[in-house]
């Protein structure tokens, strides 16, 4: 149990250096436009105005960023709550993801803010009418939470006994609050898109937008765990559990119907049925949000045959991931109304880079300490 | 808004520094404590108001002077830096006068702040940089303000704006000259001193509704009969008055239901509920589940996982 | 142009005493009033040193009080602007003419009977009571105009009174007064409204006219010579800047009207009369109205006399977006060619590996089967 697992060879990785070092120099170019960000301006990095002054940082980094770091609470409610230890082995690696995915929403709040050197502001002034209030606070927590739950690994790895002992006691409460925590701010994430409504394209318009925004999020949260696994396994030479991975895709079939029933019902209740046929870029994004990116891949994951074939469960996974993007974009940047937008090469930069930097993290985590490790 | 919200925020704060001190023992104990505007958004339906009759206004763009004197802005710049005509409302024109022409008809508006009853940006803004003066102004801390911009993506009538050039940028936006004293020394507004024909004026809200009411009744052919701000969106403390209908001078058509209760069901009722029910939720599985693993490991004494 | 001095331009400058070259330079000027490039300077000049005939011109006055005549030859010296006034025949004008009774009376008619001759008309037409408000050698009014204007090339009205029916017009109108324009439809008819008009304008006009054959371009709706009457007052009065930072005369003799701030509050018909007196002023361009601390009171509009001379007028010739933004103009940042090329090539990108993956998904499909059941 608390032995010390050797750290995983990864044999294949060393074999290409080439990416590393990609990876590397696009990390790197982002630190730099950061820099130039924050001596210069949002002004001068961003193609942001006043008609329209969310763009893709908060849309991409944040919006979706913490969707698809819904794994982390969706598998710790699974493994430590709900008592299923056999998905234990993929515990690890689903929570080092999404830590790693709320450090880059928070860098990219951080960035995206106007002073980021009063990013403790929320600790200090609060209105606490405010959906944002809530979502700032619930990722500081929380990303601290992941945090101390990614730490038993670190300690484990450095051998801190002591400390590890400590963060293990806490470990159950922490997992509670991750869970109370993330449904808390994924839902508040739609909430945000509520007070903001007259910017919301119609179809997507609706006052139920938290509650779809968290059952999606859980579902995403399934798939990107099922993706995690599989990307650990190719890459560092380990099986994919492929019956637990069967096991989650039928239950984000069962959470992407519920999601599809309360989005039809919200779509009618709304009235937001008449932009169904309006034209436009919006409307065949909604289809290929809700046929592509729901409806398929829900059915795809109840046949059983695909559940237990390891690459179609991994591509399903990949279309359920999408399709959560496509709904966070549709409702966020796409189908957000305001003047004319296109990121500026700086902005993609620090979105890349901070992808990049989060990618050479987990390789050298993984590496280095126990996250694949069977043994418990 | 009211009784309800204050409760919410007791129960937020227990809850805010139960959170808090699992973590951040001492953030989160100066979160519930030192927090400076967070107590409770009061709206001040029957405050201080500004009439604007366009079909008096001559287009003579005193108020808009008026205002960048008694403001301080400076003055409008181009995308290249020199110096030119606002177009719109920015981080540098709090007010400024728009023209509506067709081929039948035209009119001028001067678009600013509606200062809300119950604006959608102080509810917005997480830290409480944006509040509603006793003058019943909306009015802006820049002290507190940290850049998120949801006020500006919140507005239903996108009037806050951003410094974008700046370094260290605010949000800029007409504040009914509360920043610059006017009102606390019993001074009208800059705009409506300015003006030379009458077309802005500023008292009580009841007051200058009954007055609008008043000029509607007494010229039914020269007014659209309504007036823009009365009930829109909960109403405002900018009132309007036109001979154009309002879409054309670039207003939205709104309801009368305000902002902020868009989001009275899921913050006021949601986050609690989720913070009480997941707790228990979890708590509860987590027991109950953990109990059932037991009895089988006794019965099997293996570990279930290979 | 040699020496015999056959020309009419150059005998009018040899009895003058004025230069050829200042000749030239007013042929530049009026190029400039009529609002044409200073090479028609040149044309001008040289179509005016053929004329070898003068024009015929019957000069109407009807309910006047020949201010405009008094407008149109006062000249505080011999000017350039006098050999124009040599290159027409002023065949009939009552004030100015030697003859009188009918002996005048046969003179124009002897005009009207060769015909090709200029009509200008000043002052108003009665038509109230059989028109016997105004009558000369026992005909009324109207019927001299029709007589007058039968063979006529062209009308000109000089003056509100012949153009809109200024004074005599004005409310309760008691002669029935009459413009010229109610009057004559089958004759091309240009108004220079004024009270009076101004004397440059009438020049302008003789000189367009001998210059290339036709009156200069007007407006359809109120024959105004578009050169003089295009612009607004407003739009080039040295005050505009006291407008536009509302500093506004509030009281005769008051601190601004000594700083020569904007008349606006004092009834200044500016913002609502078309005419070129900001340009080219009046007394030999010494000065105008509003230079001399009094609002225009928009004499050359229809009706002018109607409005209260000290009250505010209602602002209605304003066009977007030259003066004023215009409703529905939202701040927009110009969108840069590399913002467009780096989220293209990253949409691309994102694209493209999404329909890789799909195609590549038979191929790789049955390997992963094979996997699978080698797994659990």
């Known amino acids: 149990m608390t032995t010390i697992v050797k750290p995983v060879n990864a044999r294949r990785s060393i074999s290409i250096p080439w990416g590393h070092i990609f990876l590397w120099i696009l990390a790197t170019l982002g630190a730099v436009v950061a820099v130039y960000r924050l001596f210069y301006g949002l002004g001068a990095a961003t193609n942001l105005s006043d008609g329209r002054p969310w763009g893709l940082w908060i849309s991409f980094d944040v919006v979706t960023g913490v969707a698809l770091a819904a794994g982390g609470f969706t598998i710790g409610f699974i493994v430590k709550i709900l008592h299923l230890k056999r998905f234990y082995p993929i515990l690890r690696p689903t929570i080092l993801t999404a830590f790693l995915g709320y450090v880059i929403a928070a860098s990219s709040v951080v960035l995206d803010i106007g002073l980021p050197w009063r990013i403790w502001h929320p600790l200090v002034y609060q209105n606490f009418h405010s959906p944002m209030l809530e979502v700032a606070l619930c990722v500081m927590t929380y990303t601290t939470v992941l945090a101390l739950e990614v730490s038993d690994p670190f300690f484990e790895g450095m051998g801190w006994k002591s400390a590890k002992r400590v963060v293990e006691v806490f470990m159950i409460p922490l997992m509670v609050l991750g869970v109370v925590l993330s449904t808390m701010h994924q839902s508040s994430l739609g909430t945000l898109f509520v007070l903001a409504s007259k910017r919301v394209f119609g179809l997507w318009k609706t006052g139920y937008l938290p509650l779809l925004f968290f059952i999606s999020a859980v579902a995403v949260g399934l798939a990107m765990t099922i993706l995690e696994a599989n990307f650990a396994a190719s890459a560092y030479d380990m099986d994919a559990e492929q019956d637990l991975l069967g096991d989650l895709g039928l239950y984000a079939a069962w959470v992407l119907l519920t999601y599809l029933v309360i989005k039809i019902s919200t779509l009618v209740g709304s009235g937001g049925v008449r932009d169904l046929w309006s034209g436009g870029i919006n409307n065949v994004l909604y289809f290929v949000e809700v046929i592509g990116g729901i409806i398929l891949p829900m059915i795809l994951l109840f046949i059983p045959s695909i559940r237990k074939s390891r690459k179609a469960l991994f591509r399903t996974a990949w279309i359920v991931v999408l399709g959560v993007v496509l709904n966070r974009l549709d409702v966020s940047f796409f189908g957000f109304a305001g003047t004319p937008y296109i990121p500026t090469w700086m902005e993609w930069a620090i979105n890349i880079s901070m992808i990049s930097a989060a990618i050479l993290f987990y390789d050298f985590f993984v590496r280095h300490f126990p996250i694949f490790n069977n043994e418990h | 808004m009211g009784n309800k919200t204050l409760d919410r925020r007791e129960f937020l704060k227990i809850a805010g520094a139960s959170v808090g001190g699992l973590l951040l023992t001492a953030g989160g104990a100066a979160a519930a404590e030192s927090s400076k505007t967070g107590d409770g958004i009061k709206s001040v339906p029957n405050g201080y108001a500004m009439l604007y009759d366009a079909t008096k206004c001559v287009g003579c763009r005193a108020c808009q002077t008026a205002c960048r004197e008694a403001n301080h802005t400076p003055p409008e710049l181009d995308v290249t830096g020199n110096y030119d005509e606002p177009m719109d409302l920015s981080g540098d024109t709090w007010t400024l006068i728009k023209l509506y022409k067709d081929p039948s008809e035209s009119s001028f508006v001067k678009k600013q702040c509606m200062h809300c009853i119950d604006p959608a940006c102080v509810t917005a803004c997480p830290l409480g940089a944006l509040h509603i003066t006793p003058e019943g102004a909306v009015a802006y801390h820049q002290d507190i303000c940290f850049g998120c911009r949801y006020c500006m993506v919140a507005c239903p009538f996108e009037v806050p704006r951003y410094q974008w050039r700046s370094v260290t940028p605010y949000i800029q936006k007409c504040d009914f000259c509360v920043s610059n004293g006017r009102l606390e020394h019993g001074e009208t507004p800059a705009c409506v001193v300015a003006c030379p024909t009458g077309a802005l004026k500023f008292g009580t809200r009841p007051e200058l509704l009954s007055e609008a009411h008043e000029r509607i009744k007494k010229e039914t052919n020269t007014y659209v009969d309504h007036i823009f701000g009365e009930h829109e969106a909960g109403g405002t403390h900018a009132l309007y008055l036109s001979a154009v209908p309002f879409e054309k001078l670039g207003f939205p058509k709104l309801n009368d239901t305000p902002y902020p209760a868009k989001i009275t069901i899921p913050l006021d009722i949601g986050v609690p509920g989720i913070i009480v029910g997941m707790t228990t939720f979890a708590t509860g599985t987590y027991f109950v589940t953990g109990r059932k693993e037991e009895r089988t490991k006794k019965e099997e004494t293996h570990d279930n996982d290979s | ?376």
């Open chain 3, 1 to 376: 142009m040699e020496s015999n001095g056959r020309s009419l331009v150059e005998k009018s400058l040899i009895a003058r005493g004025i230069s050829r070259r200042d000749f030239f330079k007013y042929c530049a000027l009026v190029a400039g009033t009529l609002a044409l490039p200073t090479s028609y300077g040149l044309r001008v000049a040289e179509a005016l040193e053929k004329k070898s005939e003068r024009l015929p011109v019957i000069w109407l006055e009807l309910q006047d009080c020949a201010g405009c005549s008094e407008s149109f030859t006062r000249a505080a010296k011999p000017s350039a602007a006098d050999v124009v006034l040599d290159l027409i025949s002023l065949n009939y004008h009552e004030t100015l003419m030697a003859t009188a009774g009918t002996q005048a009376e046969k003179l124009r008619e002897d005009t009207i009977k060769v015909g090709g001759y200029l009509v200008i008309v000043e002052g108003a037409i009665p038509s109230s009571e059989g028109d016997i408000y105004c009558t000369i050698g026992g005909k009324t009014a109207e019927q001299i105009l029709h007589d007058t204007v039968k063979n006529a090339v062209a009308v000109v009205s000089v003056g509100s009174c012949s153009s809109f029916g200024g004074l005599p017009k004005t409310y309760p109108n008691p002669t029935g007064a009459k413009r010229v324009m109610d009057l004559v439809k089958d004759k091309p008819i240009l108004n220079l409204p004024g009270c009076p008009v101004n004397a440059v304008n009438i020049t302008a006009t003789l000189v367009h006219f001998l210059t290339f054959g036709k009156l200069p371009a007007i407006d359809d709706k109120l024959h105004r010579p578009l050169f003089a009457y295009g612009s607004l007052i407003h739009n080039n009065c040295p005050r505009r800047g006291h407008f536009n930072r509302g500093k506004f005369v509030r009281e005769w003799g008051d601190e601004g009207h000594k700083k020569g701030w904007c008349l606006y509050k004092m009834g200044c018909k500016g913002p609502v009369t078309f005419s070129n007196c900001p340009l080219v002023k009046w007394n030999d361009s010494v000065s105008w109205p509003i230079g001399s601390g009094h609002g225009c009171i928009g004499c050359t509009e229809p009706d002018f006399w109607d409005h209260p001379l000290y009250l505010p007028v209602k602002i209605q010739e304003v066009s977007p977006p030259a003066f004023y933004p215009a409703v529905g103009v939202e701040t927009e940042k110009p969108i840069d060619a590399t913002s467009v090329a780096v989220t293209g090539a990253i949409a691309g990108a994102i694209l493209g590996a999404v329909g890789a993956a799909a195609v590549t998904k038979n191929r790789h499909s049955k390997d992963g089967n094979g996997q699978s059941s080698g797994e659990s």
